[in-house]
């Protein structure tokens, strides 16, 4: 064990710390769930991908860094620190991207990983469906090979995808199997969201802006060469995808930190210094950032190992999202009626309330975690 | 940096976890609580053999000179098995008071085993059999051998844990090289890692009889109210364990932090020990409320760790004044 950084590391952090502080945007972007934010977003992304910060423990050859996970947190750490924007190519960069670089034809990584680590293409994941949520293996979206083999031919619908709105990509799986039942038969495909016969629809989320879109899907042609892994094999290679980013990626700990950090000033400002019980809550909110930091670097150090995150991936995402919903829920405890106000100067304290409640649902619900956990972690007998 | 134990370190714990399986089942566990002293001389003299007491000793003292790092997994290990007697205490703030003294090569032999009264003198575990009791004195801590000491045994919850109440005559005791806090920080530490090993070993019997006792025909543990109880047990459990990590390597290396990283682990884990005890026992249903029960031994383990060594209040008011400034 050694907690201390590493030469090699610290200077890696003094580095981002320095790009950060010079090119971070002075005030904040307007939300990316709209169409002027998305694009001012799609250029900070532009910026970073420039400077070599976008996608950081990719291999350099596609548009990354080459740096290990340690590292990534390291960044992750100085970029939220920095108070720089959310990241729009967050299901490209650190969902779909890694999977390519696992699972993916050479072919494909040298189409997909650039552009995808310089935001020219931003990509939105197509998996839910109207009848499909927590039971992601009943989707009925379906594809069928054209006649002369070259294309899927896709038709039905998918839900609640995030960024869809404006994204230029979208990753789905479809039944390509129509014999085939629950996880068998389905197929991972790339689908550029301009294809004909694709209508997306935005959809409000409860801030009012279109986080999420509809895409239906009718007689949409993509080339075969769009498979991601082998065909009837979607599940795997989506389930692969889904427990490095619940384990690691979809959450850093650093926004967290930074979150309790800002708590912790906002107590100060506006809270009742003799209330002993807010000064216990502020206190356990740092402790479960901390504990989650912690957590995700001992993770990370096993990775680094040669070990591999299982299942116990739901743990972490149970974790941070409930966390976050304590601290805004905290948040608005100490802004009291003036919580209510959602233009005002604690206008970001509402909008990540809102924003937290999402977070035990979207991902996987953390009921679903929790029945993970409790059959492949705990081994407790399946229902 | 480099956030995991050495393949030494893991070695030496999974030695200790096969001895303790094949040497120290929960029968002769119960076979020691009948006898009223809660403590095993003959599993002492096993652990003495292994090195497992004498390891935070320095090389000087016939110890191993290891740190915190090399020793939370074993006191997880042997709180996985609730050994009895005051063996973290001994292990951990035992050695770091007594390294250089008479009492040294004892520790290391078996022959010495210490325990500690710096947070009151009432209902304190394991006197009665321990050679050595640490006392505070001010910011500074005393070791007074027991037979100096007035003594009257009250009775405890844990059969693994004699209690006593300390009368203590005027002037005695020799001050030892560690500061009060310091202490504290060692000894709530190894209470917490040795919590860690109760915590995981209450949720691996409730996991066993979740599996086999059936209910309306189908394992219990197919029951999605039994899963998620249990999995929000192993979700506290399982973050203590990296704060537990990292207190102990502020503990090994000396960081100003160590103090508020050693309250945050023993919160933390404290609050999973709490959350696994409730648990388990639930998922027993009344089998779990019996004597009979193994759970039992392991939960009122639990109840006794919880506020030693500083309880959850005292520890979370260490992290809140360092994190957010001194309460005036
Ligand atoms: C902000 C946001 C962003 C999203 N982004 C995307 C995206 O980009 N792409 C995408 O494909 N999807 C996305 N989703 C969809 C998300 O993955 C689903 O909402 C989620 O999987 C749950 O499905 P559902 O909404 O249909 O709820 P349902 O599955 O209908 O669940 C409703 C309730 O029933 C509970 N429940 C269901 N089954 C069980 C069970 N077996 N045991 C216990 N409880 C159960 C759930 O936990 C939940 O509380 C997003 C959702 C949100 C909120």
Redesign the interface.
């Known amino acids: 064990m050694d907690l201390t950084e590493t030469e090699d590391e610290k200077s890696f952090r003094a580095e981002a710390r320095q790009w950060l502080q010079a090119n971070v945007p002075a005030t904040p972007l307007p939300s990316f769930d709209t169409a002027e934010g998305f694009e001012l977003h799609r250029q900070w992304e532009g910026l970073l991908f420039e400077a070599g910060w976008s996608a950081v423990s990719w291999p350099v050859e596609y548009g990354g860094r080459g740096a290990d996970y340690l590292k990534w947190l390291i960044f992750e750490e100085e970029y939220w620190r920095s108070g720089a924007p959310g990241r729009v190519s967050q299901n490209g960069i650190f969902l779909l991207g890694p999977t390519i670089i696992e699972v993916g034809t050479e072919a494909q990584k040298a189409r997909y990983l650039p552009a995808m680590a310089s935001s020219r293409e931003i990509w939105a994941q197509a998996w839910s469906e109207p009848d499909a949520g927590s039971d992601l293996a009943s989707i009925r979206s379906k594809g069928r090979l054209s006649d002369d083999g070259t294309e899927w031919i896709l038709d039905g619908q998918k839900t609640w995808a995030s960024r869809a709105a404006w994204a230029d990509w979208c990753f789905g799986i479809f039944r390509t199997d129509p014999e085939s039942i629950r996880h068998r038969g389905l197929t991972f495909i790339l689908i550029p969201l301009d294809t004909p016969g694709i209508t997306v629809r935005p959809i409000a989320q409860l801030d009012g802006d279109a986080g999420f879109a509809e895409i239906f899907f009718d007689d949409v042609h993509v080339p075969v060469a769009n498979t991601l892994g082998e065909p009837g094999k979607g599940w795997n290679v989506a389930m692969a995808a889904a427990g490095f980013e619940r384990g690691v990626s979809l959450r850093s700990p650093a926004r967290f930190n930074v979150a309790v950090d800002r708590l912790i000033e906002l107590w100060k400002q506006v809270g009742d210094l003799d209330d002993d019980t807010m000064r216990d809550a502020v206190t356990d909110l740092w402790m479960q950032a901390e504990g989650y930091k912690l957590h995700t670097a001992m993770t990370v150090t096993k990775l680094l190992e040669g070990g591999h995150i299982g299942s116990e991936s739901s743990l972490n995402k149970i974790f941070w999202s409930e966390m976050d919903v304590r601290a805004h829920e905290l948040a608005l405890q100490l802004l009291g009626p003036g919580a209510e106000r959602t233009d005002g100067p604690y206008e970001s304290w509402v909008d990540g309330f809102l924003f937290s409640l999402s977070g035990p649902i979207y991902a996987g619900t953390n009921e679903i975690q929790r029945n993970i956990i409790a059959d492949r972690v705990l081994n407790l007998p399946r229902a | ?6 393949s030494d370190q893991r070695d030496f714990a999974a030695s200790l976890r096969e001895m303790l399986t094949n040497e120290f089942t929960t029968k002769q566990l119960r076979e020691i609580w009948d006898t009223g002293t809660g403590h095993d001389p003959a599993l002492w003299a096993r652990l003495s053999d292994m090195g497992v007491l004498s390891m935070m000793l320095p090389e000087t003292d016939a110890g191993m000179g290891a740190d915190f ?1 090399d020793v939370i997994l074993l006191l997880e290990e042997l709180g996985r098995a609730a050994v009895p007697g005051p063996v973290f205490e001994t292990m951990t703030v035992g050695a770091l008071a007594l390294h250089g003294t008479s009492f040294a090569t004892g520790i290391a032999d078996g022959s010495v085993a210490v325990t500690a009264a710096l947070l009151g003198e009432a209902n304190v575990p394991h006197a009665g059999m321990s050679d050595v009791v640490l006392l505070r004195d001010g910011d500074c801590v005393s070791a007074v051998e027991r037979s100096a000491l007035q003594l009257t045994s009250v009775c405890g919850l844990d059969g693994g844990r004699s209690l006593s109440t300390i009368l203590r005559p005027t002037g005695l005791g020799t001050i030892v090289a560690i500061e009060w806090s310091e202490a504290i920080d060692a000894g709530a530490l190894g209470a917490a890692a040795y919590l860690l090993g109760v915590s995981s070993r209450m ?1 691996e019997i409730a ?1 066993d009889y ?2 086999e006792r059936r209910q309306f025909g ?2 219990i ?4 109210a ?3 109880l ?3 047990a ?2 506290k459990v ?6 537990i ?2 207190a ?2 502020s503990m ?2 000396g960081d100003d932090d160590r103090s508020r990283d050693v309250s ?1 682990a023993k ?2 884990v404290a609050d999973a020990a709490v959350k696994a005890a409730r648990s388990a026992l639930q998922v027993h249903g009344a089998i779990g409320y019996t004597w009979e029960c193994d759970l039992q031994l392991f939960m009122k383990k639990a109840w006794a760790l919880i506020p030693a060594w500083g309880t959850t209040t005292f520890h ?1 008011r260490r ?2 004044d360092a ?2 400034g001194v ?2």
């Not at chain 2, 543990?221 to 999605?224: S, Y």
């Open positions: 940096m480099q956030f995991s134990f050495s790092t949720l996991g979740a599996r189908q394992p543990g197919a029951f999605q039994v899963k998620h249990m999995a929000d192993l979700l399982e973050f203590a364990r990296p704060a990590a990292r102990a390597w090994a290396v945050m919160v933390l979370r992290v809140s994190v957010l309460r005036v």
